[in-house]
């Protein structure tokens, strides 16, 4: 089993900054895609940005050149930069990562979710 735990989240005015980490208790060489979620009150999940399974990023409209997803293999974290925060972008934000197991299908993973709050 696959643990994720997310960490950063909180209040920040708009137009500011907060960064977000998750730690992933397996290896990053075992994992497909890792990414980050949000899911604000009343809305469906949603990509945020993710590590697809070439290893290259996408990134949804909304956060592009706001947003930046990194991640750090000797750690085992994943973290998402966020900058010029708006009020749209609250909401409760995931990590998330899946593996390919052979003769099983794929397994995925989340975090139990981090409050991100945008406002004055």
């Known amino acids: 089993q696959v643990r994720l735990v997310e960490s950063g989240g909180g209040l920040v005015q708009p137009g500011g900054s907060l960064r977000l980490s998750c730690a992933i208790s397996a290896s990053f060489y075992s994992m497909n895609t890792m990414g980050w979620f949000r899911q604000a009150p009343g809305k469906q999940r949603e990509l945020v940005a993710m590590?697809?399974?070439?290893?290259?990023?996408d990134y949804a409209d909304f956060v592009k050149g706001r947003f930046t997803i990194s991640r750090d293999y000797a750690k085992n974290t994943m973290s998402l930069q966020m900058n010029s925060l708006n009020s749209e972008d609250t909401a409760v934000y995931y990590c998330?990562?899946?593996?390919?197991?052979?003769?099983?299908?794929?397994?995925?993973?989340w975090g139990q979710g981090t409050q991100v709050t945008v406002s004055s």
């Open positions: 998330h990562t899946d593996q390919l197991l052979a003769g099983v299908g794929r397994n995925d993973y």
């Open positions: 590590f697809n399974g070439n290893g290259n990023t």
